[in-house]
């Protein structure tokens, strides 16, 4: 499994909001363990096989070593405008949601369209095992549009950022499947140079953009633990952060529980979302990568 599949909330249906929230917080404590991130190989930026699984229980603040603190404030200053934009009170909430066109039922499907544009499996014949020639023609078909759309698609820049996210987690799970690793870089760059003009990144820097978006689907799914359930993986899509962001978070286990604990969590009681609409399609990458590649790859495999 490449990117740590998890349950996601149910769709919202038409019972009453607390009978739903009732379910909703029953189920949060049927609601496994999210799987650990294995180690990262400083190559590819994969996840390397161990003999088990780890498994990622949220937890309290640890403080930092002493040693550590100067790298601390370092990472807090680089993501100072992340923190203060996040939203706090349900009324942030719908605010940032209008700002992005994410307050209704039609404007979420109007997200998802988009998401789900230049499919891997429209601009190929995906039909499992494709090889290697079909797959990079796919992945770099893949790369152009989504580079297109971060600078043309008026009104949608904030779902275009999410999806070079699903853009770099399809490349992940190709390189994982044993698509050539040169390959895989090779579309990273068609994907870079459509959005900036030109691409001057390494191998290690694109591999440090994969391991990122690893990073980003681990933290999505401790957000989920801690009592955001949708809005886990929804906040990062509102806040439309570039991928370059990411790779500057912190990685080491104290230094991320610090920046995990600075997300504020919801204003209601139980800290857990209210019944709403965007519960009824939660943002979550892996799904959207399934849409993507058709039959190329199941969703276990994803």
Request: hydrophobic residues 35%.
């Amino acid at each position: 499994m490449v990117l740590s599949v998890m349950t996601v909330p149910t769709s919202v249906t038409s019972s009453s909001p607390s009978t739903e929230l009732d379910d909703e917080v029953q189920a949060a404590d049927q609601v496994p363990n999210p799987p650990g991130i294995r180690s990262v190989s400083a190559e590819t930026g994969y996840p390397t096989p161990s003999p088990s699984l780890n498994i990622e229980v949220w937890g309290p603040v640890k403080q930092p070593s002493p040693s550590r603190r100067a790298a601390v404030n370092v990472w807090k200053e680089r993501t100072t405008s992340f923190f203060d934009g996040l939203p706090r009170s349900e009324d942030q909430w719908r605010k940032k949601r209008q700002g992005v066109s994410l307050l209704h039922e039609t404007d979420i499907l109007s997200v998802v369209d988009h998401l789900t544009t230049g499919r891997l499996s429209d601009n190929s014949s995906l039909t499992g095992h494709t090889a290697a020639p079909d797959l990079q023609g796919a992945l770099e078909a893949f790369a152009q549009k989504v580079g297109s759309n971060l600078l043309k698609v008026a009104g949608f820049y904030h779902a275009s950022r999410f999806l070079s996210f699903i853009f770099i987690a399809t490349c992940s799970v190709a390189l994982y499947e044993g698509h050539p690793i040169c390959l895989v870089n090779t579309a990273q760059r068609k994907f870079l140079t459509a959005t900036r003009g030109n691409c001057r990144k390494g191998d290690n820097r694109l591999a440090k953009d994969r391991s990122a978006v690893l990073w980003l689907l681990r933290e999505m799914q401790i957000q989920f633990r801690r009592g955001l359930r949708h809005r886990a993986f929804e906040l990062f899509l509102l806040e439309s952060k570039e991928i370059d962001f990411y790779t500057q978070c912190p990685k080491e286990s104290d230094q991320h529980s610090i920046f995990t604990n600075l997300i504020p969590l919801c204003e209601t009681p139980n800290k857990i979302p209210p019944a709403e609409i965007q519960a009824s399609l939660p943002f979550w990458i892996p799904f959207f990568g399934k849409l993507h590649v058709g039959d190329q790859w199941s969703y276990s495999t994803i």
